[in-house]
Protein backbone atom coordinates (compact mmCIF):
# COMPACT_ATOMS: atom_id res chain seq x y z
CA UNK A 1 0.00 0.00 0.00
CA UNK A 2 1.08 3.52 -0.05
CA UNK A 3 0.25 6.94 0.72
CA UNK A 4 0.44 10.06 -0.98
CA UNK A 5 2.79 12.59 0.70
CA UNK A 6 0.90 15.85 2.27
CA UNK A 7 2.58 19.22 3.14
CA UNK A 8 1.98 21.65 5.24
CA UNK A 9 1.81 24.96 3.58
CA UNK A 10 1.65 28.26 5.46
CA UNK A 11 -2.18 29.09 4.84
CA UNK A 12 -3.13 25.38 5.98
CA UNK A 13 -0.52 25.18 8.96
CA UNK A 14 -1.80 29.10 10.22
CA UNK A 15 -5.39 27.56 10.31
CA UNK A 16 -4.38 24.02 11.11
CA UNK A 17 -6.53 23.38 7.96
CA UNK A 18 -4.59 19.54 7.52
CA UNK A 19 -4.07 18.33 4.02
CA UNK A 20 -5.59 15.76 2.17
CA UNK A 21 -3.89 12.47 2.20
CA UNK A 22 -4.77 8.83 1.22
CA UNK A 23 -3.28 5.84 2.76
CA UNK A 24 -4.74 3.55 4.94
CA UNK A 25 -3.88 4.30 8.73
CA UNK A 26 -4.58 3.27 12.36
CA UNK A 27 -7.33 5.01 13.95
CA UNK A 28 -5.64 5.86 17.66
CA UNK A 29 -5.11 7.79 20.36
CA UNK A 30 -3.60 10.78 21.95
CA UNK A 31 -4.18 12.13 24.15
CA UNK A 32 -5.93 11.96 28.36
CA UNK A 33 -7.64 13.72 31.46
CA UNK A 34 -8.87 13.33 34.60
CA UNK A 35 -11.80 10.96 34.59
CA UNK A 36 -14.57 12.96 35.95
CA UNK A 37 -17.64 9.88 35.65
CA UNK A 38 -21.02 10.42 37.31
CA UNK A 39 -20.65 9.41 41.52
CA UNK A 40 -20.81 5.96 42.15
CA UNK A 41 -22.61 5.21 45.54
CA UNK A 42 -20.21 4.12 47.69
CA UNK A 43 -20.07 2.11 51.53
CA UNK A 44 -22.28 3.73 54.27
CA UNK A 45 -22.19 2.52 57.83
CA UNK A 46 -25.72 4.35 58.88
CA UNK A 47 -26.67 3.77 62.69
CA UNK A 48 -30.51 3.65 63.18
CA UNK A 49 -32.08 4.25 66.00
CA UNK A 50 -35.58 3.20 66.43
CA UNK A 51 -37.79 4.85 68.75
CA UNK A 52 -41.24 2.62 70.63
CA UNK A 53 -44.09 4.14 72.38
CA UNK A 54 -44.04 3.09 76.42
CA UNK A 55 -47.58 1.67 76.91
CA UNK A 56 -46.58 0.40 80.33
CA UNK A 57 -43.22 -0.85 79.91
CA UNK A 58 -39.69 1.26 78.64
CA UNK A 59 -38.77 -0.24 75.97
CA UNK A 60 -35.11 0.51 74.71
CA UNK A 61 -33.89 -1.01 71.84
CA UNK A 62 -30.08 -0.84 71.06
CA UNK A 63 -29.16 1.40 67.54
CA UNK A 64 -28.98 -1.37 64.38
CA UNK A 65 -25.76 -0.76 62.14
CA UNK A 66 -26.78 -1.43 58.72
CA UNK A 67 -23.98 -1.91 55.85
CA UNK A 68 -25.00 -0.89 52.68
CA UNK A 69 -21.98 -2.63 50.09
CA UNK A 70 -20.38 -0.73 47.71
CA UNK A 71 -22.06 -1.20 44.01
CA UNK A 72 -20.72 -0.05 40.85
CA UNK A 73 -23.33 0.86 38.74
CA UNK A 74 -23.81 2.90 35.09
CA UNK A 75 -24.57 6.23 35.03
CA UNK A 76 -28.17 6.24 36.69
CA UNK A 77 -30.18 8.02 33.78
CA UNK A 78 -34.22 8.97 33.73
CA UNK A 79 -36.46 6.45 32.23
CA UNK A 80 -36.87 7.62 28.67
CA UNK A 81 -40.39 8.32 27.23
CA UNK A 82 -41.87 7.40 24.13
CA UNK A 83 -40.92 11.21 23.03
CA UNK A 84 -37.41 11.65 24.29
CA UNK A 85 -34.06 9.30 23.48
CA UNK A 86 -31.02 10.00 26.40
CA UNK A 87 -27.99 8.82 25.30
CA UNK A 88 -24.87 9.03 26.92
CA UNK A 89 -21.28 10.10 25.73
CA UNK A 90 -18.17 9.46 27.36
CA UNK A 91 -15.52 11.57 26.14
CA UNK A 92 -11.76 11.84 27.69
CA UNK A 93 -9.96 15.37 27.49
CA UNK A 94 -11.22 16.22 30.73
CA UNK A 95 -8.17 18.59 31.54
CA UNK A 96 -8.90 19.51 28.02
CA UNK A 97 -11.33 22.47 27.60
CA UNK A 98 -10.65 23.53 24.07
CA UNK A 99 -11.33 20.28 23.14
CA UNK A 100 -14.47 19.61 25.32
CA UNK A 101 -15.74 23.15 23.41
CA UNK A 102 -15.99 20.99 20.50
CA UNK A 103 -17.73 18.43 21.92
CA UNK A 104 -19.99 20.46 23.39
CA UNK A 105 -21.08 22.57 20.35
CA UNK A 106 -21.61 19.69 18.22
CA UNK A 107 -24.00 17.81 21.34
CA UNK A 108 -25.67 21.53 21.89
CA UNK A 109 -26.20 21.80 18.41
CA UNK A 110 -27.48 18.67 17.65
CA UNK A 111 -29.89 18.41 20.24
CA UNK A 112 -31.61 21.89 18.86
CA UNK A 113 -32.16 20.44 16.19
CA UNK A 114 -33.34 17.22 17.42
CA UNK A 115 -35.19 17.88 20.53
CA UNK A 116 -36.30 14.50 21.21
CA UNK A 117 -32.84 13.63 21.83
CA UNK A 118 -30.70 14.43 25.27
CA UNK A 119 -27.00 13.16 25.25
CA UNK A 120 -24.95 13.53 28.26
CA UNK A 121 -21.63 13.90 28.60
CA UNK A 122 -18.97 13.29 31.65
CA UNK A 123 -15.12 13.65 30.80
CA UNK A 124 -13.08 11.22 31.90
CA UNK A 125 -9.26 10.81 31.93
CA UNK A 126 -7.96 8.68 28.83
CA UNK A 127 -6.83 5.93 31.58
CA UNK A 128 -9.77 5.54 33.87
CA UNK A 129 -12.76 5.58 30.52
CA UNK A 130 -10.62 3.17 28.85
CA UNK A 131 -10.71 0.63 31.90
CA UNK A 132 -14.17 1.66 32.48
CA UNK A 133 -15.40 1.48 28.83
CA UNK A 134 -13.40 -2.54 28.83
CA UNK A 135 -15.27 -3.40 32.01
CA UNK A 136 -18.51 -2.50 31.04
CA UNK A 137 -17.70 -3.85 27.55
CA UNK A 138 -16.70 -7.10 29.08
CA UNK A 139 -19.69 -7.34 31.51
CA UNK A 140 -21.73 -6.61 28.72
CA UNK A 141 -24.12 -3.75 30.25
CA UNK A 142 -23.42 -0.52 31.56
CA UNK A 143 -21.50 1.05 28.16
CA UNK A 144 -22.46 3.94 26.93
CA UNK A 145 -24.02 4.87 23.55
CA UNK A 146 -20.96 6.57 22.09
CA UNK A 147 -17.35 7.34 23.76
CA UNK A 148 -14.22 8.95 23.20
CA UNK A 149 -11.90 6.45 20.82
CA UNK A 150 -9.49 4.69 23.35
CA UNK A 151 -9.51 1.14 21.48
CA UNK A 152 -11.25 0.85 18.21
CA UNK A 153 -8.65 -1.35 16.51
CA UNK A 154 -8.96 -3.43 19.59
CA UNK A 155 -12.78 -3.15 20.48
CA UNK A 156 -14.01 -3.51 16.77
CA UNK A 157 -12.89 -6.71 16.04
CA UNK A 158 -14.25 -7.76 19.13
CA UNK A 159 -17.74 -7.13 17.90
CA UNK A 160 -18.01 -4.27 20.53
CA UNK A 161 -18.30 -1.22 17.80
CA UNK A 162 -21.06 -0.07 15.69
CA UNK A 163 -20.69 -0.20 12.14
CA UNK A 164 -20.70 3.20 10.74
CA UNK A 165 -20.27 2.17 7.43
CA UNK A 166 -23.13 3.86 5.31
CA UNK A 167 -23.91 6.44 8.12
CA UNK A 168 -20.93 8.79 7.58
CA UNK A 169 -21.15 11.09 4.38
CA UNK A 170 -18.17 10.02 1.92
CA UNK A 171 -17.67 13.92 0.30
CA UNK A 172 -17.20 15.66 3.53
CA UNK A 173 -14.15 13.74 4.37
CA UNK A 174 -10.80 14.57 2.84
CA UNK A 175 -9.41 12.19 -0.15
CA UNK A 176 -8.73 8.66 1.50
CA UNK A 177 -10.35 9.10 5.08
CA UNK A 178 -12.94 6.86 4.66
CA UNK A 179 -11.03 4.07 3.06
CA UNK A 180 -7.92 4.27 5.69
CA UNK A 181 -10.69 3.99 8.71
CA UNK A 182 -12.05 0.77 7.05
CA UNK A 183 -11.39 -2.59 8.31
CA UNK A 184 -11.39 -5.67 6.33
CA UNK A 185 -11.44 -8.03 9.26
CA UNK A 186 -14.57 -7.35 10.31
CA UNK A 187 -15.62 -5.20 7.65
CA UNK A 188 -16.55 -2.04 8.38
CA UNK A 189 -16.05 1.77 9.96
CA UNK A 190 -15.66 1.51 13.99
CA UNK A 191 -14.33 4.61 14.57
CA UNK A 192 -14.90 8.19 13.59
CA UNK A 193 -11.22 10.07 14.06
CA UNK A 194 -11.47 14.23 13.99
CA UNK A 195 -8.14 15.11 13.82
CA UNK A 196 -4.88 14.03 12.43
CA UNK A 197 -1.60 14.19 14.65
CA UNK A 198 1.91 15.25 13.77
CA UNK A 199 4.81 14.24 15.79
CA UNK A 200 7.40 17.81 16.83
CA UNK A 201 10.30 18.27 18.77
CA UNK A 202 10.25 21.46 20.45
CA UNK A 203 13.23 23.20 22.36
CA UNK A 204 14.06 25.71 24.95
CA UNK A 205 15.94 28.63 23.34
CA UNK A 206 17.04 29.55 27.16
CA UNK A 207 18.52 26.21 27.87
CA UNK A 208 20.08 26.00 24.62
CA UNK A 209 21.81 29.09 24.76
CA UNK A 210 22.91 28.58 28.60
CA UNK A 211 24.12 24.79 27.08
CA UNK A 212 26.12 26.34 24.39
CA UNK A 213 24.18 24.64 22.05
CA UNK A 214 23.47 26.45 18.51
CA UNK A 215 20.74 24.96 16.14
CA UNK A 216 22.09 24.67 12.38
CA UNK A 217 20.17 26.29 9.78
CA UNK A 218 18.14 22.98 8.86
CA UNK A 219 16.64 22.97 12.08
CA UNK A 220 18.08 19.59 12.48
CA UNK A 221 21.13 18.16 13.87
CA UNK A 222 22.31 14.67 13.32
CA UNK A 223 21.99 11.45 14.72
CA UNK A 224 25.34 11.35 16.51
CA UNK A 225 24.99 15.65 16.89
CA UNK A 226 22.09 15.09 19.21
CA UNK A 227 23.46 13.56 21.71
CA UNK A 228 26.24 15.68 22.04
CA UNK A 229 23.14 18.20 22.50
CA UNK A 230 21.72 15.82 25.20
CA UNK A 231 24.95 15.34 27.28
CA UNK A 232 25.43 19.38 26.94
CA UNK A 233 21.91 20.11 28.48
CA UNK A 234 21.91 17.36 31.18
CA UNK A 235 25.70 18.64 32.60
CA UNK A 236 24.01 22.08 33.33
CA UNK A 237 21.36 20.21 34.97
CA UNK A 238 18.44 20.28 33.17
CA UNK A 239 17.01 16.51 31.59
CA UNK A 240 16.94 16.11 27.42
CA UNK A 241 13.40 15.85 27.06
CA UNK A 242 10.52 16.39 29.42
CA UNK A 243 8.61 12.91 28.12
CA UNK A 244 7.71 10.55 31.28
CA UNK A 245 5.60 7.72 31.13
CA UNK A 246 3.48 7.57 34.17
CA UNK A 247 0.07 7.20 32.37
CA UNK A 248 0.85 6.72 28.89
CA UNK A 249 2.10 3.60 26.90
CA UNK A 250 4.06 5.94 24.35
CA UNK A 251 5.51 9.02 25.45
CA UNK A 252 9.03 7.40 25.53
CA UNK A 253 8.55 6.01 22.17
CA UNK A 254 7.95 9.43 20.07
CA UNK A 255 11.83 8.88 19.16
CA UNK A 256 11.79 5.26 17.89
CA UNK A 257 8.54 6.54 15.77
CA UNK A 258 10.48 9.19 14.26
CA UNK A 259 13.54 7.76 13.85
CA UNK A 260 12.31 4.98 12.10
CA UNK A 261 9.79 6.68 9.76
CA UNK A 262 13.26 8.84 8.34
CA UNK A 263 15.04 5.45 7.89
CA UNK A 264 12.12 2.83 6.67
CA UNK A 265 9.06 5.23 5.96
CA UNK A 266 5.64 5.21 7.73
CA UNK A 267 4.42 2.11 6.50
CA UNK A 268 7.26 -0.33 7.45
CA UNK A 269 7.61 1.73 10.27
CA UNK A 270 3.91 1.12 11.43
CA UNK A 271 4.91 -2.55 10.83
CA UNK A 272 7.18 -2.15 13.52
CA UNK A 273 4.87 -0.46 15.44
CA UNK A 274 2.12 -2.86 15.17
CA UNK A 275 4.27 -6.30 15.66
CA UNK A 276 4.17 -7.38 11.94
CA UNK A 277 7.64 -7.50 11.43
CA UNK A 278 10.76 -8.29 12.99
CA UNK A 279 12.69 -6.24 15.07
CA UNK A 280 15.87 -8.37 14.60
CA UNK A 281 17.35 -5.94 11.58
CA UNK A 282 20.23 -3.84 11.60
CA UNK A 283 17.71 -0.72 11.04
CA UNK A 284 15.89 -1.62 14.51
CA UNK A 285 19.36 -2.25 16.32
CA UNK A 286 20.32 1.49 15.40
CA UNK A 287 17.47 3.01 16.47
CA UNK A 288 17.61 1.05 19.87
CA UNK A 289 21.31 1.45 19.96
CA UNK A 290 21.05 5.16 19.68
CA UNK A 291 17.91 5.60 22.28
CA UNK A 292 20.53 3.77 25.01
CA UNK A 293 23.02 6.39 23.97
CA UNK A 294 20.56 9.09 24.50
CA UNK A 295 19.72 7.79 27.74
CA UNK A 296 22.59 7.49 28.96
CA UNK A 297 23.56 10.69 28.14
CA UNK A 298 20.38 12.23 30.05
CA UNK A 299 17.76 12.31 28.05
CA UNK A 300 14.73 11.32 30.74
CA UNK A 301 13.73 13.11 33.66
CA UNK A 302 14.28 11.60 37.02
CA UNK A 303 10.33 11.29 37.34
CA UNK A 304 10.23 9.69 34.01
CA UNK A 305 8.47 6.18 35.68
CA UNK A 306 5.48 8.55 37.49
CA UNK A 307 5.26 11.56 36.08
CA UNK A 308 1.72 12.25 33.99
CA UNK A 309 1.21 13.51 30.37
CA UNK A 310 -0.43 17.12 31.92
CA UNK A 311 2.57 17.22 34.28
CA UNK A 312 5.69 16.76 31.84
CA UNK A 313 3.62 19.17 29.54
CA UNK A 314 4.14 21.60 33.06
CA UNK A 315 7.73 20.64 33.32
CA UNK A 316 8.79 21.59 29.78
CA UNK A 317 6.58 25.10 29.57
CA UNK A 318 6.33 26.46 33.22
CA UNK A 319 8.98 24.10 35.51
CA UNK A 320 11.30 24.43 32.31
CA UNK A 321 13.70 21.65 33.86
CA UNK A 322 13.75 20.17 30.03
CA UNK A 323 15.43 21.47 27.42
CA UNK A 324 13.25 19.61 24.43
CA UNK A 325 9.63 17.98 24.32
CA UNK A 326 8.87 15.01 21.61
CA UNK A 327 5.55 15.90 21.27
CA UNK A 328 2.21 15.68 18.95
CA UNK A 329 0.28 18.44 17.32
CA UNK A 330 -2.19 18.16 20.18
CA UNK A 331 0.05 20.02 22.21
CA UNK A 332 -1.47 23.35 22.13
CA UNK A 333 -4.69 21.79 23.46
CA UNK A 334 -2.83 21.48 26.66
CA UNK A 335 -0.58 24.13 26.84
CA UNK A 336 -2.47 26.69 25.21
CA UNK A 337 -4.92 27.73 28.03
CA UNK A 338 -5.07 29.72 31.02
CA UNK A 339 -1.51 29.60 33.63
CA UNK A 340 -4.24 29.07 36.56
CA UNK A 341 -5.40 25.96 35.24
CA UNK A 342 -1.76 24.34 34.24
CA UNK A 343 -1.72 26.22 30.74
CA UNK A 344 2.18 27.83 29.08
CA UNK A 345 2.49 31.33 29.64
CA UNK A 346 2.16 33.42 26.21
CA UNK A 347 5.44 34.67 27.17
CA UNK A 348 6.91 31.48 26.98
CA UNK A 349 7.89 31.20 23.10
CA UNK A 350 9.88 27.70 22.47
CA UNK A 351 11.96 26.72 19.47
CA UNK A 352 11.48 23.73 17.13
CA UNK A 353 13.82 21.05 15.50
CA UNK A 354 13.26 18.27 12.90
CA UNK A 355 13.96 15.53 14.35
CA UNK A 356 17.12 14.22 14.23
CA UNK A 357 18.29 12.86 10.81
CA UNK A 358 19.32 9.53 11.23
CA UNK A 359 22.12 7.94 9.52
CA UNK A 360 21.17 5.94 6.31
CA UNK A 361 17.57 7.78 6.62
CA UNK A 362 15.78 8.03 3.06
CA UNK A 363 13.15 10.06 4.24
CA UNK A 364 15.45 12.70 5.63
CA UNK A 365 12.13 15.39 6.61
CA UNK A 366 9.56 12.91 6.80
CA UNK A 367 7.22 13.60 9.95
CA UNK A 368 5.36 10.41 11.61
CA UNK A 369 1.95 11.06 11.40
CA UNK A 370 -1.15 9.68 12.42
CA UNK A 371 -5.00 9.72 13.22
CA UNK A 372 -5.53 12.34 16.75
CA UNK A 373 -8.36 10.69 18.93
CA UNK A 374 -11.58 10.20 17.72
CA UNK A 375 -15.34 8.63 18.50
CA UNK A 376 -17.00 5.53 18.84
CA UNK A 377 -20.42 3.97 18.56
CA UNK A 378 -21.03 1.64 21.00
CA UNK A 379 -22.97 -1.68 19.34
CA UNK A 380 -25.04 -2.16 22.04
CA UNK A 381 -26.91 1.76 22.08
CA UNK A 382 -30.57 1.09 21.87
CA UNK A 383 -30.63 4.20 19.40
CA UNK A 384 -28.38 2.93 17.02
CA UNK A 385 -29.86 5.23 14.13
CA UNK A 386 -29.40 8.05 16.50
CA UNK A 387 -25.81 7.53 17.03
CA UNK A 388 -25.21 7.31 13.19
CA UNK A 389 -26.76 10.07 12.15
CA UNK A 390 -25.39 12.08 15.44
CA UNK A 391 -21.78 11.27 13.60
CA UNK A 392 -23.20 11.94 10.35
CA UNK A 393 -23.88 15.61 11.93
CA UNK A 394 -20.67 16.22 13.17
CA UNK A 395 -18.94 15.29 9.49
CA UNK A 396 -20.41 19.47 8.58
CA UNK A 397 -17.43 21.26 7.49
CA UNK A 398 -18.21 23.98 10.29
CA UNK A 399 -17.02 20.87 12.66
CA UNK A 400 -13.59 20.63 10.57
CA UNK A 401 -13.12 24.06 11.22
CA UNK A 402 -14.03 24.73 14.63
CA UNK A 403 -12.16 21.23 15.35
CA UNK A 404 -8.74 22.80 13.64
CA UNK A 405 -9.72 26.31 15.01
CA UNK A 406 -10.18 25.15 18.66
CA UNK A 407 -7.56 22.49 18.83
CA UNK A 408 -4.81 23.79 16.27
CA UNK A 409 -4.71 20.52 14.45
CA UNK A 410 -5.91 19.24 10.76
CA UNK A 411 -9.19 18.24 10.78
CA UNK A 412 -10.31 15.07 8.40
CA UNK A 413 -13.01 17.22 7.45
CA UNK A 414 -12.98 19.42 4.20
CA UNK A 415 -14.04 22.79 5.12
CA UNK A 416 -13.99 26.25 3.36
CA UNK A 417 -12.08 28.82 5.69
CA UNK A 418 -13.45 32.20 4.15
CA UNK A 419 -16.88 30.50 4.88
CA UNK A 420 -16.77 28.00 7.88
CA UNK A 421 -14.24 29.97 9.99
CA UNK A 422 -15.34 30.45 13.53
CA UNK A 423 -14.61 33.91 14.35
CA UNK A 424 -15.88 33.51 18.14
CA UNK A 425 -12.66 31.48 19.45
CA UNK A 426 -10.72 33.68 22.37
CA UNK A 427 -7.37 34.61 22.39
CA UNK A 428 -6.17 33.16 19.50
CA UNK A 429 -4.15 36.01 18.02
CA UNK A 430 -1.60 35.02 21.38
CA UNK A 431 -0.79 32.23 19.46
CA UNK A 432 0.35 33.73 16.30
CA UNK A 433 3.73 33.03 16.77
CA UNK A 434 3.22 29.09 17.28
CA UNK A 435 1.66 29.01 13.51
CA UNK A 436 4.38 31.06 12.45
CA UNK A 437 7.09 28.42 13.98
CA UNK A 438 4.96 25.96 12.88
CA UNK A 439 5.44 26.81 9.23
CA UNK A 440 8.58 28.06 9.23
CA UNK A 441 10.31 24.73 10.06
CA UNK A 442 7.84 21.71 9.49
CA UNK A 443 5.90 23.98 6.70
CA UNK A 444 7.80 21.86 3.99
CA UNK A 445 8.16 17.99 5.64
CA UNK A 446 6.14 15.10 4.17
CA UNK A 447 3.94 14.00 6.63
CA UNK A 448 2.39 10.74 5.07
CA UNK A 449 -0.12 8.93 7.19
CA UNK A 450 0.20 6.00 9.12
CA UNK A 451 -1.50 3.02 7.46
CA UNK A 452 -4.04 0.80 8.70
CA UNK A 453 -3.10 -2.68 9.56
CA UNK A 454 -4.67 -3.48 12.33
CA UNK A 455 -7.05 -5.81 10.17
CA UNK A 456 -4.34 -7.77 8.75
CA UNK A 457 -3.87 -10.20 11.67
CA UNK A 458 -6.36 -10.01 14.78
CA UNK A 459 -4.01 -11.55 16.89
CA UNK A 460 -2.04 -8.48 17.71
CA UNK A 461 -3.45 -7.16 21.32
CA UNK A 462 -0.63 -8.67 23.37
CA UNK A 463 2.20 -7.00 21.43
CA UNK A 464 1.06 -3.51 22.53
CA UNK A 465 1.51 -4.29 25.86
CA UNK A 466 5.39 -5.89 25.31
CA UNK A 467 5.95 -2.84 23.38
CA UNK A 468 5.01 -0.66 26.26
CA UNK A 469 7.02 -2.71 28.65
CA UNK A 470 10.07 -2.88 26.50
CA UNK A 471 10.14 0.33 24.52
CA UNK A 472 8.39 2.73 26.91
CA UNK A 473 9.63 1.62 30.36
CA UNK A 474 12.33 -1.03 30.19
CA UNK A 475 15.15 0.35 27.94
CA UNK A 476 14.72 3.91 29.20
CA UNK A 477 15.31 2.55 32.44
CA UNK A 478 18.11 0.27 31.45
CA UNK A 479 15.93 -2.66 32.98
CA UNK A 480 16.49 -4.70 29.65
CA UNK A 481 19.45 -5.08 27.19
CA UNK A 482 19.14 -4.64 23.37
CA UNK A 483 19.05 -8.57 22.83
CA UNK A 484 16.46 -8.88 25.81
CA UNK A 485 14.37 -6.13 24.22
CA UNK A 486 14.44 -7.52 20.57
CA UNK A 487 13.87 -11.42 21.84
CA UNK A 488 10.72 -10.30 24.12
CA UNK A 489 9.25 -8.03 20.96
CA UNK A 490 9.79 -11.07 18.22
CA UNK A 491 8.39 -13.43 20.45
CA UNK A 492 5.17 -11.26 20.70
CA UNK A 493 4.71 -10.55 17.29
CA UNK A 494 1.20 -11.17 15.60
CA UNK A 495 0.17 -14.76 15.02
CA UNK A 496 -0.56 -15.73 11.25
Known amino acids: MSSKDTRLSRREMLRVAGAAIVGTVVASCGAA????PAPTPTARVVEVTKVVEKPVTQVVEKPVTQVVEKVVTATPLPKPTASKKILTFWSMWSTQPLNQQFV?????DYMKAHPDVTIQVPYWEKSALEAALKAALTAGEGAPDI????????FGPAGWL???SGALPAAAFKPGILEAITLTQPKGIFSYPIGIQLLYLFYNPRIFDEAGIKVPNSNQFTQDEFVDVIKKVAARGYSGFANAVGDRNYPAIYPIWAALV????????ARYDGGLTSWNTPVARQVLTWMNQLRDAGAWPKSFATMGIDAFHTYFHTQQKAAMIYIGSFYPARAFKPVSEGGQSPDFHFGALIPPLMNGAKYPKNLWSNFDSGFMGIKSTKYPDV???FFAFMSQPKYGALWSALTTQPSTLKYDVAKDWPTN???SDQWKWYWELITKVYGDCPAPLKPNLASENAECAGF????TAVLNSGLPQNLITIDEAIKKLDAALCKK
Not at 33 to 36: G, N, Q, S, V
Not at 464 to 467: G, I, K, L, N
Open 33 to 36: PTAT
Open 104 to 108: NTVVA
Open 147 to 154: AGDVGSQI
Open 162 to 164: LDL
Open 262 to 269: QLVGIEEE
Open 387 to 389: VRD
Open 425 to 427: VKD
Open 464 to 467: VDVR
